[in-house]
């Protein structure tokens, strides 16, 4: 069983910096494919960040791209999103996710599907103006 916790939100000014950690335990096999997403009240989720191929492929939604930054630690199963310059907008509750057994392909896909097996309980980024 593959748990997933995230961790490192909390109340910043808009221009500042927040980094999110998501510590994985269990199988470490997921690790090919995981993904940041953020859900604002009243809207949907939506996807942040996608580590594809275990770190060789990333992507970032076009509202954050040049801002946030994926990392990954592997010797302590975490990965991390760098979050600079934050905008009152970026407020939300932020999840990690991720699967196991994924080609570049599926992984994509399932980011675009929000389709994950595994789900972190989320943190809260707050960002005010």
């Known amino acids: 069983q593959v748990q997933l916790v995230e961790s490192g939100g909390g109340s910043v000014q808009a221009g500042g910096s927040l980094r999110l950690s998501c510590a994985a335990s269990?199988?470490?096999?997921?690790?090919?494919?995981i993904g940041w997403f953020r859900q604002a009240p009243g809207k949907e989720r939506e996807g942040v960040a996608l580590?594809?191929?275990?770190?060789?492929?990333?992507n970032y939604a076009d509202s954050v791209k040049g801002r946030f930054t994926l990392s990954q630690d592997n010797a302590k199963n975490t990965v991390y999103l760098q979050m600079n310059n934050l905008k009152p907008e970026d407020t939300a509750m932020y999840y990690c996710?991720?699967?196991?057994?994924?080609?570049?392909?599926?992984?994509?896909?399932?980011?675009?599907?929000?389709?994950?097996?595994?789900w972190g309980q989320g943190t809260q980024v707050t960002v005010s103006s």
């Open positions: 996710a991720a699967s196991g057994g994924t080609t570049i392909i599926s992984c994509a896909s399932r980011y675009r599907r929000l389709d994950f097996e595994y």
């Open positions: 269990g199988y470490t096999y997921v690790r090919n494919c």
């Open positions: 580590l594809n191929s275990g770190g060789d492929i990333t």
